[in-house]
């Protein structure tokens, strides 16, 4: 008994961490999305606080497939689910 | 069980809801939280700033001082934002709109005074979601009409009824496991440094606070209400 809940709980780490995985897709997307608003600032200053907003808009849509994940790991860790 | 393995047992960190005190009901052990307590100090400011904002208001002078300024800015900025949207549609949701903005706004900021922002607790976000799930089908029969609600699930062929709904319901969930997620996150950060590196968080700890508590809730609740509107505009618009 002892043993099969440390287990659990070691293997809910593991999980945990591979949860947070999760965080390079919205970190690739992101990046993709500043990339592209800077290249836009770049061809037409005049936008820039449009760009700035739009941009800032698109990223925290895309920032929610990582915290899915970070979503995951927090239960794993904090809610213990599986012990 | 198992200390040591998780830090929460060990290490001086704490970041989770705790119970202030519980009562009876019918039966049931019902708990007053920190969530509780928290949300009820940021309504108390919300209607303090009402009652003073009002006041300004109604003595309102031609000149106008320093706290009319800033309670005339803040309602030009709320109406732009909401017209810019929702264009036709703006007079009807700005009151809930702009009160969703501020109540989340001031939640989200909340973390800055030592409490445990309210909107890091999913009984406060989803609530909110709903409201925003409501408020889209209502609107979406109101306006469009049993047809155009019919229509609108069986979009390409009828059999795609069903994934249209499954898109319908995780509307309210995405938004608020979006919101919450992103302030307990920064919650969860701040504890940790505060917890673990409890000798050397001394004057730095304020920039992380200005990136999680400022930055990151101030453009949540900005997603949170443009969303909402996008979907409240979505539904009123009827496109043959």
Known sequence: ?83 | MGQGVLLSESADIDFMVHGVFSYSFFGHTVWITTTHVCVLIVMLVIIGFCFAANRAVKHASEVPGTFQNIVELIIEMLDNMIGGVMGKFSPKFRNYIGTIFIFILLSNISGLFGLRPPTADYGVTLPLGIMTFVLIHFNKFRYQKVKGVVAGLCDPWPFWAPINIIGDVAVPISLSLRLFANVLSGTVMLALVYGLLAKIAIIWPAVLHVYFDLFSGAIQTYVFCMLTMTYITDACTTDG
Not at chain 1, 4 to 26: K, R
Not at chain 1, 27 to 39: E, L, T
Not at chain 1, 48 to 73: C, F, N, P, R, W
């Open chain 1, 1 to 83: 008994m002892e043993f099969n809940t440390n287990f659990i709980l070691g293997c809910s780490a593991i999980g945990a961490g591979l949860a947070v995985i999760a965080g390079i897709g919205p970190g690739v997307g992101q990046g993709i999305a500043a990339g592209h608003a800077a290249a836009a600032v770049g061809r037409n200053p005049g936008a820039k606080s449009d760009v700035t907003s739009t941009m800032l808009l698109g990223q925290a849509v895309a920032e929610t497939t990582g915290l899915y994940g970070l979503l995951i790991a927090m239960l794993l860790l904090f809610v213990k689910p599986l012990v």
